[in-house]
C-alpha cells in the first residue's frame, strides 16, 4: 500500500478466493456429505453475487476502492456472515 502498488490487492484477492476453494474442498470431502436449504443457497448466492458486482463497478472507478466503497463491501461481508450463523442457528436447534 505505501508504495501504492494495487496489483497486490487484486493479488490478495485472487489468492483468497483460490485458497477458500481448496479449503472448502477438503472440508467436503472430510466432512463428507452435507445439504443445504435451497433459501439458505439463494439467499447466500444473491448476497454474494451483489457483493462480487459491487466490487467489480468499485474497482472500475480509477481501478481503486475507495474508503466508502470498502465500508460497503465490508457491509456485504458482515451480513453474509450474520445469515450464515443464523442458518447454523436454526438448523442447530431442529
Known amino acids: 500500500i505505501a ?3 494495487t496489483e497486490v490487492a487484486f493479488g490478495n484477492y ?3 478466493a483460490a485458497m477458500n476453494t481448496l479449503i472448502f474442498a477438503g472440508l467436503a470431502l472430510w466432512g463428507g456429505t ?3 436449504e435451497p433459501a439458505q443457497f439463494i ?3 444473491v448476497l454474494m453475487s451483489t457483493g462480487f458486482m459491487c466490487l467489480y463497478f468499485f474497482a472500475r472507478t ?7 466503497e470498502g465500508i460497503v463491501l465490508l457491509g456485504f461481508y458482515v451480513l453474509f456472515v450474520v445469515a450464515q450463523v443464523m442458518a447454523l442457528a436454526h ?3 431442529e
Open 62 to 68: 480509477k481501478c481503486r476502492v475507495s474508503r466508502g
Open 14 to 16: 485472487l489468492g483468497s
Open 34 to 36: 452435507f445439504f443445504i
Open 43 to 45: 439467499a447466500t448466492a
Open 91 to 93: 438448523f442447530a436447534g
Open 3 to 5: 508504495k501504492k502498488q
